[in-house]
């Protein structure tokens, strides 16, 4: 979990943080929370709170633990960390059709809770997609599938399709699903709960897969 540290400058933090945490500077996320400057310059001191993505994983994972047992459901929890710096967590309960919800209004509303949550605890956006039991993947798959579908009709009519509204995440799979089609391009449009995706004719674009 997060740590208060205390020494002359960042890097002496961070290589004392470092050290405990078993991991390279680099890697460690701080803020400040108090600085001294001393008399003359000597005697700086400063204080900041330190924490690793491990921190991260370590508190998501808690905090959602904590949550099931309060309702006392059984759950298993993992959360991992991909190139991007989002967080994956991957839930298998004992009760996962009431969490997903209808169409997965009520898996949406935990990961806002969860982002929430985690950005709030260390005072930074923290990207974060929650999923149960493949629910999300599978729904990214059927979705990508659809936009296919729409795709080769816009390249074959030149009439631009306008997709049904859907969260930040389903449309960021489209989007980049469409990304190696040539022939057409993918914008985003309307506001909250009403975004969507519009696919374009793009002629002029070309990919080499």
Do not use: W
């Amino acid at each position: 979990m997060k740590k208060v540290y205390t020494g002359k400058s960042i890097d002496e933090i961070l290589a004392s943080a470092a050290k405990e945490k078993n991991c390279d500077a680099e890697a460690l996320y701080y803020e400040v929370k108090d600085e001294k400057a001393g008399f003359l310059g000597l005697g700086k001191e400063i204080t900041a709170e330190v924490y690793s993505k491990n921190d991260m994983v370590e508190f998501a994972q808690e905090y959602l633990k904590s949550y099931f047992d309060g309702i006392e459901m059984e759950s298993y929890i993992e959360v991992t960390v991909d190139k991007d710096g989002c967080f994956h967590i991957d839930l298998d309960t004992q009760n996962n059709a009431i969490l997903i919800g209808r169409n997965g209004q009520t898996l949406q509303s935990l990961n806002m809770i969860v982002k929430a949550a985690m950005s709030s605890e260390f005072k930074r956006r923290v990207p974060v997609l929650v999923d149960i039991n493949g629910y999300k993947e599978d729904k990214y798959r059927k979705l990508c599938q659809i936009a296919q579908r729409a795709a080769k009709s816009v390249r074959r009519t030149k009439v631009d399709v306008t997709l049904d509204p859907m969260p930040a995440d389903e449309r960021k799979a489209i989007h980049n699903y469409l990304t190696n089609m040539s022939g057409v391009s993918t914008v985003s449009e309307g506001e909250g709960n009403q975004r969507r995706i519009k696919i374009v004719y793009n002629p002029g674009k070309e990919v080499d897969i």
